[in-house]
């Protein structure tokens, strides 16, 4: 604990006698300065004990009053007054100028040289320091025993919450809390969402001191873990009180100890997911042979199973903002859905190549859940989602997905199933701007003519199409005679040089007819 007042005047030694304040003797002393000026504000810090013989103060009343309130402005815990020299004892005036204001202040008998009192604070401050760093030093050795522990992260966590009398919490690079001390802490972790995710953004090492989650009076302090840009993890603590300087730095060496461990085993994860994409690839390509060979055992039943190929994507730009980072967004999902394959003890495939993540997982897993919960929530990407297949079929579900893909981002929605588009219409899918454009170029002749001439050969040409060829039907719906349809379908046939007996072109013209609206 650092000097107070208290503790000087407790010291036999020195002899000090308390004149005023004696309820505010508690408060800690950060330094001793001596000072003979009748304003030493300018040369203070606060927090310290002012130390002087008053040869320059005199005894006037309001002078002596004004000094004592310039004192206690600048945060000065205590006055210390020597007698013997400038004055034979403490002026009274100044005794009730230090009592009004509630300023500790001190009788320094002549034999009591101003040294000794900078001493004894300046010992008491260097074994609290000593006190601190043995302190830290010990627990940090306690941290990396328990760091070398079976259960590594569990028993580093538990020294750490014992140590700061709090809680802490680890997370993965996905923000998700992967162990927490004490048990209770997890759910009060995981109300830091928001505050991880801002952390994120920030390339590592960084930091963070937020309020507590929920309300709570904690305070709690995030930091980064890892050596590159992306984190690989997060630590949180919480204390009911700010964390002292010995207290950080065994926070600081939780750090280290976590981001080491962490940077090994994202060695081997790293590895591990260079692996499962050249596997991935190999599926893709129609090697599924060679794949299982080469996989082995490593990822149980899961090329044995019915499994499915998700495709990712960033959204068309016009469908998100501009502030939005895609990228981020893909390697943060890629981040969650590993995250929720090992909470769920669930194999998964999973290729991050530019802006492209594709993931095969096991049909009707949490791992293919999981996904297209979180492809829902970011609004800056897309997918598509094949139907299930064998091993031996991925090839055609990778296709499955692509096409689900280019349906999503046209659509502008989330995520859209191979299934949805076959069990869907085309016609949505005219909206294109190239199909557009060739609806106009086909259909120009035509409405060139109607423009200029008469016959309303577009609307007679719909009529004929809808109606399949049937001649009298067609013709009924337009209140013409069937002669007349007949004209006009071979003066169709003439503008655009096309035979309406050919199935392709009148296949054509109805969907040119359908995105021409």
Do not use: N
Request: net charge negative; with cysteine; charged share 25%.
């Amino acid at each position: 604990m650092p000097p107070t007042l208290a503790s000087l005047v407790r010291a036999s030694a020195l002899k000090l006698t308390v004149l005023a304040g004696g309820d505010r003797l508690d408060a800690p002393v950060r330094w001793v300065h001596t000072s003979e000026l009748d304003d030493p504000t300018p040369y203070l810090e606060g927090g310290e004990l002012l130390l002087t013989t008053g040869l320059k103060l005199g005894t006037d009343a309001e002078a002596l009053r004004a000094y004592v309130y310039r004192l206690a402005d600048a945060g000065v815990v205590g006055l210390g007054f020597g007698v013997g020299l400038g004055h034979d004892a403490v002026p009274e005036a100044l005794v009730s100028a230090a009592e009004q204001r509630g300023l500790p202040l001190l009788r320094v008998p002549r034999p009591t040289p101003f040294i000794a009192i900078s001493k004894a604070v300046s010992a008491a401050i260097a074994a609290e320091q000593y006190k601190a760093v043995t302190a830290s030093l010990e627990a940090q050795r306690e941290l990396t025993r328990a760091a070398l522990a079976p259960d590594g992260t569990g028993a580093l966590l538990s020294r750490l919450a014992a140590h700061l009398d709090g809680w802490a919490a680890l997370y993965d690079a996905s923000g998700a809390v992967v162990a927490a001390s004490p048990d209770w802490a997890g759910r009060r972790a995981a109300r830091l969402g928001g505050e991880i995710e801002r952390l994120r953004a920030r390339p590592a090492p960084a930091s963070a001191a937020v309020a507590g989650p929920g309300g709570t009076d904690d305070r709690v302090e995030i930091q980064s873990l890892g050596t590159g840009r992306r984190p690989r993890g997060f630590l949180a603590v919480g204390t009911a009180e700010r964390l002292e300087t010995s207290d950080r730095y065994v926070v600081q060496a939780a750090v280290a100890l976590l981001t080491l461990s962490l940077e090994q085993s994202g060695s081997l994860q790293d590895a591990e997911r260079r692996f499962g994409a050249a596997l991935l690839r190999m599926l893709l390509a129609g090697e599924s042979g060679h794949a299982r060979t080469v996989a082995g055992r490593r990822y149980g039943t899961l090329l044995e199973r019915p499994v499915r190929v998700l495709v990712v994507q960033p959204a068309p730009r016009q469908d998100r903002a501009e502030r939005d980072d895609p990228q981020a967004a893909l390697a943060l999902l890629a981040d969650q859905v590993e995250a929720a394959a090992a909470r769920a003890a669930e194999p998964l495939l999973a290729e991050l190549d530019g802006p492209r993540l594709t993931v095969l997982a096991a049909d009707g897993g949490a791992v293919l859940a999981a996904c297209a919960e979180l492809v829902g929530a970011a609004e800056e990407l897309a997918a598509g989602l094949s139907a299930a297949a064998s091993a031996d079929a991925v090839p055609a579900a990778g296709g499955q997905a692509e096409r689900a893909l280019a349906v999503a981002r046209r659509r502008g929605r989330a995520l859209v199933e191979h299934g949805e588009v076959g069990a869907g219409s085309i016609l949505p899918l005219l909206g294109d701007e190239a199909v557009r454009a060739f609806a106009e170029g086909l259909l120009r002749p035509l409405h060139d003519h109607d423009a200029t001439s008469r016959g309303d050969l577009v609307r007679s040409l719909r009529a004929w199409l809808s109606r399949h060829g049937q001649w009298d039907a067609a013709a009924a719906d337009l209140g013409v005679h069937r002669h007349t349809l007949r004209y006009r379908m071979r003066r169709v046939e003439e503008i655009l040089g096309r035979s309406l007996d050919d199935p392709d072109v009148r296949m054509e013209l109805w969907l040119a007819l359908k995105s021409d609206g």
